[in-house]
């Protein structure tokens, strides 16, 4: 491609909402534009990183098994109503109804429309186990539209559904997605740490994330040095040890206009580990009381599972409500002697390994010192609902956890019956039983790959590609269009090039070498060739967009040079 005809209007500073350096170099690069808010075109720059993308992830998936089609991003309402996500999914939903008043939605996932798909047409388990998958547009209303196309309104994902007859296909399934997607990433140049996740609305029993690391990451993943154990904040679980201790009289101490944990602790001389703490709650309208240790946090994803609601669902209990449920201001909540005789109370299992904790008193101005789980309060025992940190214990006792931040890329899950059970997707067994199909989901986001890729591979100049997802993986710079020489030896290198189909690009423009360098530079292609004033003697520059270093050889010395280390670099280890 020759640059004097391309589209390609790179820009010299960064876009004022810009966050993060991908956002700033896909922006500035020509890769990306946005629209509005969350809502990006992809440039042509951009698009060919796109395809490169999916040809990966589509060579990987035929190597496994499994078999692409494509549903439509607009789904029916019936088929949501059948799993009874419509109405919980959430805000992120973005509905639409055509001129008859029937009701659709732009496609958030694709479990329902798969399931759906299936339905009528796998009906043996001879027909076991398949495959499928898609590439298409996936759209969420996001509150908060971030990080340019890192969290966007309108994403290209790879999503993928196994269906076995059993559990132990299943697994075998998993397990083929998870070296699969392994595959992927390691093509795509980045770094991946595989970590336990929260399955969230998708449902199922188990799931994985694959986090590319990123110090710009939103999420963050705990881990340790001593073992495989990796999951993410929401998902982690932590060990606590409890010191032994006799039990003691409970105890009403005024605690008069102290509200908070550390307030209370101070006055009494107490820990805040050894506290109850409560958060009060409101569920579909209904209030919900939680306590947790008084030095951490609630961990809403692990709520949201626990209770199999969504997170929009959940709200905090305004102070009129608490009023009435504990009979106290707010910041005297406690478990016993609540005004509200009925109101649900979950309780964090570490509260019941721990002795003489301190609670509120459901009365204003009072708290409880002394309170045991079992002798003085009870409460639907739940066995972890705290936010993990770096340093805690992992819960294997394997040592204390590290933090790092990353970005989510990839999530396979084990859905289990949940889809075909409620669409109605049921196949014969062996004997002639009817049977709902056991099924896997799989992710991967494709345009998130993107920013990922850039987040891992960049410097203060621009990008800097893997060759496999590279735009373009050689570029042939002309110093000076004017001078017949290097026009003449540029083009001859660029045909030679291409014959050996090498994705090239030449930059033919009648600009100033600073403009031309600064833009090959920021786009970041991985191979470069420079034809200067050496060009009557058949001399050229060769460099590499990681190294940067110019090196004075032949026209063909460089040639053979590129087409070697291309050939290298895209060879799947």
Same mark, same amino acid.
């Given at each position: 491609?020759? &640059? ?49 993308i ?21 789904? =029916? ?35 329902? *429309?798969?399931?759906?798909?299936? +339905?009528?047409?796998l009906?043996?388990?001879? #027909? ?7 590439i ?25 559904? %196994? ?7 299943? $697994? ?12 992927v990433?390691e093509?795509?140049? &980045?770094?991946?740490?595989?970590? $336990?996740?929260? %399955? ?15 110090? =710009?990451? $939103? ?6 040095? !001593? ?26 101490v005024?605690?008069?206009?102290? +509200? ?18 409560? /958060?009060? &709650? ?16 609630? !961990? ?6 626990? &209770? ?16 009435? @449920? ?20 979950? /309780? ?13 008193a ?20 739940v ?14 006792? %394997? ?17 289990g ?16 039983? #009817? ?6 989901s ?13 987040? #891992? ?18 570029i ?10 290097? @026009? ?8 030679e ?5 090498i994705?090239?690009?030449l ?5 100033? *070498? ?11 292609i ?14 050229v520059?060769?460099? =590499? ?29």
């Amino acid at each position: 491609m020759r &640059l004097s005809k391309y589209y390609m209007p790179t820009l010299r500073e960064d876009p004022v909402d810009s966050e993060t350096a991908s956002h700033k170099l896909l922006v500035r690069g020509a890769f990306i534009r946005k629209q509005s808010s969350g809502i990006y075109t992809f440039l042509p720059l951009g698009k060919k990183v796109i395809n490169k993308i999916e040809a990966i992830i589509r060579d990987e998936m035929e190597k496994y098994d499994s078999i692409e089609v494509q549903t439509s991003i607009l789904q =029916t309402r019936e088929i949501w109503d059948k799993s009874g996500r419509w109405e919980t999914f959430g805000p992120e939903m973005f509905k639409l109804q055509d001129r008859h008043d029937r009701q659709y939605c732009l496609g958030p996932t694709a479990e329902e *429309a798969f399931t759906d798909l299936v +339905k009528d047409e796998l009906s043996s388990y001879k #027909q076991l186990p398949v495959n499928l998958y898609q590439i298409v547009s996936k759209f969420r209303d996001e509150k908060r539209p971030r990080f340019g196309i890192n969290r966007s309104r309108d994403f290209i994902m790879k999503d993928g559904y %196994s269906f076995d007859a059993d559990e132990k296909g299943l $697994e075998e399934s998993y397990q083929k997605m998870w070296d699969a997607y392994s595959e992927v990433f390691e093509r795509l140049g &980045l770094e991946i740490k595989i970590v $336990e996740g929260d %399955s969230g609305s998708m449902g199922g029993r188990k799931s994985h994330e694959f986090i590319a690391l990123s110090e =710009t990451g $939103e999420g963050v993943i705990l881990y340790t040095d !001593n073992s495989d154990y990796a999951a993410t904040d929401e998902k982690a679980r932590i060990k606590i040890d409890f010191e032994e201790k006799e039990e003691k009289d409970l105890e009403l101490v005024e605690t008069k206009d102290l +509200k908070t944990i550390e307030e209370v602790s101070k006055y009494l001389g107490e820990d805040p580990k050894n506290f109850a703490k409560a /958060v009060d &709650l409101s569920v579909n309208g209904e209030p919900l009381l939680v306590f947790i240790p008084g030095d951490r946090e609630l !961990n809403l994803a692990k709520l949201v599972s626990y &209770l199999e609601v969504p997170e929009h669902a959940i709200e905090m209990l305004d102070d009129e409500n608490i009023l009435k @449920v504990s009979g106290a201001k707010a910041g005297f909540t406690g478990p016993m002697g609540l005004k509200d005789k009925d109101v649900r109370i979950l /309780v964090d299992e570490s509260l019941t390994k721990n002795k003489n904790l301190v609670v509120g008193a459901n009365k204003t101005d009072f708290h409880y010192k002394n309170a045991n789980f079992g002798r003085d309060f009870e409460g639907e025992v739940v066995e972890d609902l705290i936010t993990a940190k770096e340093g805690d214990m992992a819960y294997d006792g %394997s040592g204390n956890l590290k933090a790092k931040r990353g970005i989510e890329v990839g999530n396979i899950f084990q859905l289990g019956t949940k889809y075909s059970d409620t669409i109605g997707a049921y196949f014969l067994d062996e004997n002639g039983k #009817q049977k709902p199909f056991v099924m896997g989901s799989y992710g991967i986001g494709v345009s998130r790959s993107v920013s990922a890729i850039v987040e #891992q591979h960049h410097d203060d100049k621009g990008i800097i590609w893997p060759t496999s997802v590279a735009p373009f993986e050689v570029i042939i710079t002309v110093v000076n269009t004017k001078k017949e020489d290097q @026009v003449a030896l540029a083009e001859k290198i660029y045909d030679e090039l291409k014959n050996k189909r090498i994705d090239v690009l030449l930059d033919d423009r009648k600009e100033r *070498a600073g403009v031309k360098f600064n833009d090959r530079d920021l786009i970041g292609i991985p191979y470069r060739i420079t034809v200067g004033k050496d060009a009557s003697n058949n001399i050229v520059e060769y460099s =590499t967009r990681s190294e940067m270093e110019n090196e004075n050889i032949s026209a063909e010395d460089a040639i053979s040079k590129i087409v070697e280390s291309i050939k290298s670099d895209l060879t799947f280890k």
